[in-house]
């Protein structure tokens, strides 16, 4: 069940990263002059991607 979960969360959020580097192009005047890095939201949506494919393939172990 977690399999499914972990893949579904991952579909999801590769899904979403277009939206996601839209409001990053949108706001990178802003991070620019805050000093933060550009496309912090795709980043961070990519990121969990990864995490729910490695939860995802990882094997139990009990």
């Known amino acids: 069940m977690k399999l499914l979960t972990n893949l579904a969360r991952a579909a ?6 277009p939206v996601a580097a839209a ?3 949108l706001t990178l005047p802003s991070s620019a002059y805050n000093n933060r890095p550009p496309f912090r939201r795709t980043e961070q949506l990519l990121r969990r991607a ?3 494919v490695d939860a995802a393939t990882t094997p139990a172990t009990e």
């Open 12 to 17: 999801a959020a590769v899904a979403l990263s």
């Open 23 to 25: 409001a990053d192009v």
């Open 50 to 52: 990864g995490k729910c």
